[in-house]
């Protein structure tokens, strides 16, 4: 089973959470009471380059017969899409920027170029999602429903064809989103099975609107080159979807990016509500350039602990974090691009086969892990099997030595995934060992049974010859 | 749909074409079947959305101005002349005010100002196109005010509102008429004087102002001017630190037939007050106009009573109960989401009054949005919801 105390697991007492929290509350100040003309004009600027990209990518697919200028057309459509998804739909839908007081840059007010309707997402995504991050069972982008991304969730057959539907995912990522908030807003509102209900409305307007628009209307527009603009509108979708979809699962699903069970929410306090933000998103490494079109979601862990502050300041956030990590010893989740793809990959991969082809447990597993994985191994500090409630308290006191007494430096959860990485690796060696060693034994007695046989048979044809003799 | 259940129709048509723009349906006229065209092609967004981005004034969606000109009208008051963009409406009343929003550090603040002009005003000195004024006097800790007063320049982009209230001047005005005023009281009473003068309408008016010394006197030589033009038009002026504060008793000497007059009064509150009182006394308080200004100020407070505009309904709470609570505990059906200040699904406009971010002390104010989980009432305040 997936985190049920976070305390346990991130090996922090109440009150270290409690100042850790105070001391993020105190980085949102300051980002908060810095927020000005820079920001400012940062936002703004970015909506007119937006704005100019598709435009300058509609007026060039007017040519999109040429190949060139197809190409030209649709590079610059597909960017403009991005960043209209990514830094500002997404950013300016979580409030970052209505500090500003503008009606036109508010999260109440704008529409994004995408499939769904802003305020379904809005529902699902900034209320659903990161009010109950990874949380199994209350935070439905956890596998947004059709995969299966942690042990905890039982296995089903429909899970067999994840690895398709993840690359369909990738592929529709705006209409698997649309969908999927589509779902939850009905589920909220209480309306799932009424047809004429608002979100269904809402929905259907929205959708007919982005599909006329880059489908029809613009196509039309264009005239003989209709043709190759549907192509270019719907190659331009694709990338962005494709893009999208990529960022997405590489903040949530690499390994190491926690999931905790409903448990763990039950009086969570504004520390531990940090703290479970921070364990269960990842971050990926971005220049300036990717950080932007990935609309400073490289950052997903800084997103994740104050996800309306504005996305520019991120960078200089995660400087802050990084120096609470290293401070508290906790992990600070993140590597490249491919890399942290890659692992989310092959969770998606793994997770598609029953748990009997599965070695590790959700306590134990690299995408999920527990409170539970540091119990039941041996090791010089490490206490043995949690049965108590009182039993973090206990873990602190007596068995784990919070302060290494050679450095002087606080021993917390990265000290404690470092170690049972080496005890685990310790105890899967010699677990390999010992099956080693009992394969040998075993392959010997067989090859001793099989000589007594065969002194067997050949004693038994010397009989049959003497007596064919006589 | 094109098609409604009686077929096709241009009307259908023509709703069907507006639809993407209705949200500017009133301001933008018959551009918005353009408008609504093109927004098929530009969705989600509008034509104006790109429009704006060339000319700020052409957006409908969100209506904007730029200042023409900053007047200096005292030491410590001005009057911005401003040109409204698309869609303006234009069919406001003498005494009425608007809204306008200043940038100041990236963040837009938002006041309600007296529109000092008459209709449909055109000046000479700026091409005789439409353009309309308000008078802005510096107050003490009033941030905003200052800044419009010695900080702002032509040229500058505002965000405006809709002109709106009660406190207006019929047409044709009555026979008699009294304004009492006071410091800045007298901008929404200079719209009104303007636009009898303009329409050359001026009535048996009698004005009342009250300022502390004769350079505190906002549009002086424009009162002189018309009490000198007009013979039934008299400008009284109160020059408070010589003569003392002016006295209602002192009606019945000075204009015995004050009963009779149809009388608008705006200035202090406790002025205000006192006039209320004593047109009741003399039971005549229909006959009574008054404007009550939001005195530009801070906060008040812990707590209040908030009111729930929409619904009608209202609740008593303390500094530390945040408006989302305080609106279901009263029945209102409030948007809500995380309950904790991160998901902005419990947004709501602040009609009027001021209050509180629980987090971080912030104070927020009318026209501003704010996150109702969060957010305490810091005095009386009024919720749009």
Same mark, same amino acid.
Not at chain 1, 351 to 372: G, I, Q, V, Y
């Given at each position: 089973?997936?985190?049920?105390?976070?305390?346990?697991?991130?090996?922090?007492?109440?009150?270290?959470?409690?100042?850790?929290?105070?001391?993020?509350?105190?980085?949102?100040? +300051?980002?908060?009471?810095?927020?000005?003309?820079?920001?400012?004009?940062?936002?703004?600027?970015?909506?007119?380059?937006?704005?100019?990209?598709?435009?300058?990518?509609?007026?060039?697919?007017?040519?999109?017969?040429?190949?060139?200028?197809?190409?030209?057309?649709?590079?610059?459509? +597909?960017?403009?899409?991005?960043?209209?998804?990514?830094?500002?739909?997404?950013?300016?839908?979580?409030?970052?920027?209505?500090?500003?007081?503008?009606?036109?840059?508010?999260?109440?007010?704008?529409?994004?170029?995408?499939?769904?309707?802003?305020?379904?997402?809005?529902?699902?995504?900034?209320?659903?999602?990161?009010?109950?991050?990874?949380?199994?069972?209350?935070?439905?982008?956890?596998?947004?429903?059709?995969?299966?991304?942690?042990?905890?969730?039982?296995?089903?057959?429909?899970?067999?064809?994840?690895?398709?539907?993840?690359?369909?995912?990738?592929?529709?990522?705006?209409?698997?989103?649309?969908?999927?908030?589509?779902?939850?807003?009905?589920?909220?509102?209480?309306?799932?099975?009424?047809?004429?209900?608002?979100?269904?409305?809402?929905?259907?307007?929205?959708?007919?609107?982005?599909?006329?628009?880059?489908?029809v209307f613009y196509p039309a527009l264009t005239g003989p080159a209709w043709k190759s603009t549907l192509k270019a509108n719907a190659t331009a979708n694709f990338v962005r979807n494709l893009w999208a979809y990529a960022v997405i699962f590489c903040g949530h699903f690499p390994d190491g990016a926690e999931k905790f069970t409903v448990e763990q929410l039950e009086g969570e306090t504004s520390g531990e509500w940090y703290l479970r933000q921070m364990l269960g998103s990842a971050n990926f490494k971005a220049g300036p350039v990717m950080a932007f079109m990935s609309g400073n979601l490289c950052y997903q862990i800084e997103h994740h602990l104050f996800p309306d502050l504005p996305s520019n300041r991120y960078s200089e956030v995660a400087v802050r974090v990084r120096e609470l990590c290293d401070k508290y010893d906790l992990p600070y989740t993140t590597g490249s691009?491919?890399?942290?793809?890659?692992?989310?990959?092959?969770?998606?991969?793994?997770?598609?086969?029953?748990?009997?082809?599965?070695?590790?447990?959700?306590?134990?597993?690299?995408?999920?892990? +527990?409170?539970?994985k540091f119990a039941g191994i041996s090791m010089p500090t490490m206490p043995s099997m949690p049965n108590t409630e009182r039993w973090a308290d206990r873990w602190n006191e007596t068995h784990w030595l919070p302060v290494d007494p050679e450095t002087g430096q606080r021993r917390g959860l990265r000290s404690a995934l470092n170690e049972a990485k080496v005890v685990l690796k310790e105890k899967a060696r010699h677990e390999k060992e010992v099956l080693r060693e009992a394969k040998v034994a075993l392959q010997e007695k067989a090859r001793q049974e099989q000589a007594t046989l065969r002194r067997k048979a050949a004693r038994e044809r010397a009989l049959r010859r003497i007596r064919r003799k006589r | 749909?094109?098609?409604?259940?009686?077929?096709?129709?241009?009307?259908?048509?023509?709703?069907?074409?507006?639809?993407?723009?209705?949200?500017?349906?009133?301001?933008?006229?018959?551009?918005?079947?353009?408008?609504?065209?093109?927004?098929?092609?530009?969705?989600?967004?509008?034509?104006?959305?790109?429009?704006?981005?060339?000319?700020?004034?052409? +957006?409908?969606?969100?209506?904007?101005?730029?200042?023409?000109?900053?007047?200096?009208?005292?030491?410590?008051?001005?009057?911005?002349?401003?040109?409204?963009?698309?869609?303006?409406?234009?069919?406001?009343?003498?005494?009425?005010?608007?809204?306008?929003?200043?940038?100041?550090?990236?963040?837009? #603040?938002?006041?309600?100002?007296?529109?000092?002009?008459?209709?449909?005003?055109?000046?000479?000195?700026?091409?005789?196109?439409?353009?309309?004024?308000?008078?802005?006097?510096?107050?003490?800790?009033?941030?905003?005010?200052? #800044?419009?007063?010695?900080?702002?320049?032509?040229?500058?982009?505002?965000?405006?509102?809709?002109?709106?209230?009660?406190?207006?001047?019929?047409?044709?005005?009555?026979?008699?008429?009294?304004?009492?005023?006071?410091?800045?009281?007298?901008?929404?009473?200079?719209?009104?004087?303007?636009?009898?003068?303009?329409?050359?309408?001026?009535?048996?008016?009698?004005?009342?102002?009250?300022?502390?010394?004769?350079?505190?006197?906002?549009?002086?030589?424009?009162?002189?001017?018309?009490?000198?033009?007009?013979?039934?038009?008299?400008? #009284?002026?109160?020059?408070?630190?010589?003569?003392?504060?002016?006295?209602?008793?002192e009606l019945d000497e000075q204009f015995p037939d004050w009963r009779e007059r149809q009388t608008w009064a705006c200035g202090p509150a406790a002025m205000l007050d006192e006039i209320e009182h004593h047109w009741r006394d003399a039971d005549i308080a229909d006959r009574l106009h008054v404007e009550r200004f939001e005195i530009e100020r801070s906060a008040v407070g812990e707590g209040g009573t908030v009111t729930f505009g929409k619904t009608g309904r209202s609740a008593e709470v303390d500094g530390a109960t945040s408006l989302l609570e305080a609106g279901e505990s009263a029945g209102v059906q409030m948007p809500f989401g995380c309950r904790m200040g991160i998901c902005q699904t419990c947004v709501v406009t602040i009609t009027s009054g001021h209050t509180r971010d629980l987090r971080n002390g912030d104070e927020r104010r009318e026209g501003d949005k704010v996150q109702t989980c969060i957010s305490a009432a810091a005095g009386d305040c009024t919720l749009d919801v």
């Open positions: 089973m997936a985190i049920t105390d976070i305390k346990a697991f991130a090996h922090l007492t109440a009150a270290d959470i409690e100042t850790l929290g105070q001391e993020l509350d105190s980085i949102r100040r +300051s980002v908060e009471l810095s927020r000005g003309e820079q920001d400012a004009k940062y936002i703004r600027r970015t909506i007119a380059a937006q704005r100019a990209l598709e435009v300058a990518g509609r007026a060039v697919l007017f040519g999109s017969r040429n190949r060139w200028a197809w190409l030209g057309g649709t590079a610059l459509l +597909s960017v403009a899409k991005i960043i209209e998804n990514m830094e500002l739909g997404h950013n300016i839908s979580h409030g970052q920027w209505d500090w500003m007081n503008d009606p036109e840059i508010h999260s109440s007010s704008w529409e994004w170029d995408m499939t769904g309707p802003s305020s379904q997402w809005r529902r699902a995504h900034n209320y659903s999602h990161h009010t109950y991050t990874n949380v199994l069972g209350k935070d439905e982008d956890l596998g947004f429903g059709i995969l299966r991304m942690t042990r905890d969730e039982e296995w089903r057959p429909v899970h067999l064809v994840q690895p398709f539907a993840n690359v369909l995912l990738a592929a529709t990522f705006e209409w698997g989103i649309a969908l999927h908030d589509w779902d939850i807003e009905k589920q909220l509102s209480g309306t799932p099975k009424q047809l004429m209900s608002e979100p269904n409305k809402e929905f259907a307007r929205k959708i007919t609107r982005q599909v006329a628009k880059d489908f691009l491919g890399k942290q793809y890659l692992l989310a990959f092959r969770t998606i991969h793994k997770l598609a086969l029953p748990d009997r082809f599965l070695r590790r447990t959700a306590d134990d597993a690299p995408e999920t892990s +527990s409170e539970r | 749909m094109v098609l409604k259940k009686g077929g096709f129709s241009v009307r259908g048509v023509r709703e069907w074409l507006e639809a993407p723009a209705a949200d500017v349906a009133e301001r933008g006229g018959r551009l918005n079947v353009l408008r609504g065209a093109v927004a098929r092609v530009t969705t989600p967004l509008l034509p104006d959305d790109y429009l704006h981005l060339a000319n700020p004034l052409w +957006s409908a969606r969100e209506l904007r101005g730029r200042i023409v000109e900053v007047r200096k009208e005292t030491a410590d008051s001005a009057t911005l002349v401003i040109k409204p963009g698309w869609g303006f409406d234009w069919k406001y009343e003498p005494g009425q005010y608007i809204g306008i929003g200043i940038l100041i550090d990236g963040r837009w #603040h938002w006041r309600s100002y007296s529109l000092t002009c008459p209709p449909n005003w055109t000046d000479p000195e700026h091409g005789s196109k439409r353009l309309i004024s308000i008078a802005v006097k510096a107050m003490p800790e009033g941030f905003l005010s200052s #800044h419009l007063v010695s900080g702002v320049a032509a040229g500058t982009i505002v965000r405006l509102a809709a002109p709106q209230g009660g406190f207006v001047l019929p047409f044709p005005p009555p026979e008699k008429v009294l304004f009492l005023t006071a410091g800045s009281g007298i901008t929404p009473v200079m719209s009104m004087l303007r636009a009898m003068d303009r329409r050359d309408r001026v009535t048996d008016v009698v004005h009342v102002h009250s300022a502390r010394t004769d350079d505190d006197v906002m549009f002086r030589a424009e009162l002189r001017d018309m009490h000198d033009r007009h013979p039934s038009f008299s400008s #009284h002026l109160q020059l408070t630190s010589e003569q003392g504060k002016f006295s209602l008793a």
